[in-house]
């Protein structure tokens, strides 16, 4: 009667073998979670970057329609207070924006000339690897997003950062919004911002504000994987430089001297 | 000792008095009256049933808010198959529910339930609407003064 030993052990081995395999065969064959499947409709790339001409960017003295153009889409607040200020692409001249081993001789004619700067959207960006609650990420494209609703507000990105394209929200920035708009929200007080190269405008198909908004077309947004893509052309015929590449990040914005 | 008439009257005085919101009501002679919430007029459904939304819209927003800005994936689509562009401010408010005050904040009030801080980043349309009245009747202003 009943089952003997040697059945007992028999089924119980291979209900568990199969289990198992089960559970190997969904690992192999299930979607991966962080894969991403674009809208319909949506501009997308291996690797987005940035290129700025600040030969046609430098000859429009005074211009800032990029700056108005993203504070007004992102409803980034404008404090006179240095040390409270939100910045997403502002102008550094020269000088200050690429510190590097070159002299001032070197550099001389370009000393004092402002650049647009903003997030250089690196390739191994030191902002990431320092967060403690992933509120900051480098997405598949390449755009390094940012979370707010996660950001605790350490700031140990803006630490990292080499850039200091980073702001902090030391008060509630509302009452410093000059255009609000209903279509992006704002930030609350206690958290982390940044340029994210419009993730939100490239999910509608839209390039960023800023390179919509530029005049003299000094800003070109692009694949830098794809060869035949706007950025790899310029770069091809042109010679770029880059914020503190020596430091390693790998930053995807290139300036056309 | 023999406390017990003191104590049935302590006990009776406490209950009298924690059930006093009973009491005050009744004697007012109205129940509290539940929002109702009703739906827009162009619209027959809701991105979810309703009784789910009642109780489970934070969880829905939860979602949504991982799926736009963690996966990127910016279309949601409903139970019965519609699908809708994921934006709280651009579906939820501008869509359908257009006055904040009364759809979101009547509920969480009666309820108790602290406004959650959604608002201190999503835009209120009705906020926008607000500042650009503000701009249009001081520029009426300037103009008038001069």
């Not at chain 1, 600040?54 to 006179?80: F, Q, W």
């Not at chain 1, 803006?158 to 708009?181: E, V």
């Not at chain 1, 692009?222 to 503190?244: C, H, M, T, Y």
């Not at chain 2, 162009?42 to 927003?61: D, F, N």
């Amino acid at each position: 009667m009943g089952v003997d030993r040697k059945t007992f052990l028999r089924v119980t081995g291979m209900s568990l073998a199969a289990l198992a395999a089960r559970r190997v065969a969904g690992a192999i064959a299930g979607p991966s979670a962080s894969h991403v499947v674009p809208a319909p409709g949506a501009l997308t790339a291996r690797r987005w970057a940035m290129v700025v001409d600040a030969r046609k960017c430098l000859k429009k003295e005074g211009c800032d329609l990029c700056i108005k153009a993203c504070n007004r889409s992102h409803n980034v607040p404008v404090i006179t207070d240095r040390r409270h200020e939100i910045k997403w692409i502002w102008k550094e001249p020269f000088k200050d924006a690429f510190i590097s081993g070159q002299s001032e001789f070197a550099n001389a004619m370009f000393q004092d000339k402002p650049f647009v700067v903003f997030c250089n959207h690196c390739d191994r960006p030191p902002c990431v690897r320092v967060c403690p609650t992933q509120a900051t990420w480098k997405r598949e494209d390449g755009i390094v997003m940012m979370d707010w609703h996660r950001c605790i507000g350490c700031r140990y990105c803006m630490a990292a950062c080499p850039y200091g394209s980073r702001s902090f929200n030391w008060t509630d920035p509302r009452p410093y919004i000059k255009d609000l708009t209903a279509d992006f929200p704002t930030r609350s007080k206690g958290v982390v911002e940044k340029c994210t190269f419009c993730a939100e405008r490239l999910a509608r198909g839209r390039p960023p504000a800023c390179v919509e908004a530029c005049e003299p077309k000094a800003l070109t947004f692009g694949d830098l994987e794809d060869p035949a893509s706007d950025v790899r052309q310029i770069l091809r015929s042109n010679f770029a430089i880059r914020r503190k590449a020596e430091l390693g990040t790998a930053p995807g914005v290139y300036y056309i001297v | 000792m023999n406390d017990r008439g003191l104590i049935v009257a302590g006990l009776l005085v406490f209950l009298g008095l924690i059930t006093f919101p009973v009491w005050y009501d009744l004697a007012a002679g109205k129940a509290p009256q539940e929002p109702e919430v009703t739906l827009p007029p162009h619209e027959k459904e809701c991105v979810a049933p309703i009784p789910y939304m009642k109780t489970s819209h934070m969880t829905l927003l939860n979602e949504w808010r991982d799926q736009v800005v963690r996966n990127n994936v910016g279309t949601y689509t409903a139970y019965n198959g519609r699908t809708y562009a994921i934006s709280l401010t651009g579906t939820c408010l501008q869509q359908c529910h257009t006055e904040k005050a009364e759809f979101c904040d009547r509920c969480h009030t009666f309820n108790g339930v602290r406004s959650p801080y959604c608002w201190d980043c999503h835009v209120d349309p009705e906020l926008v609407h607000q500042a650009l009245q503000q701009t249009s009747a001081a520029r009426r202003g300037e103009q008038d003064g001069r």
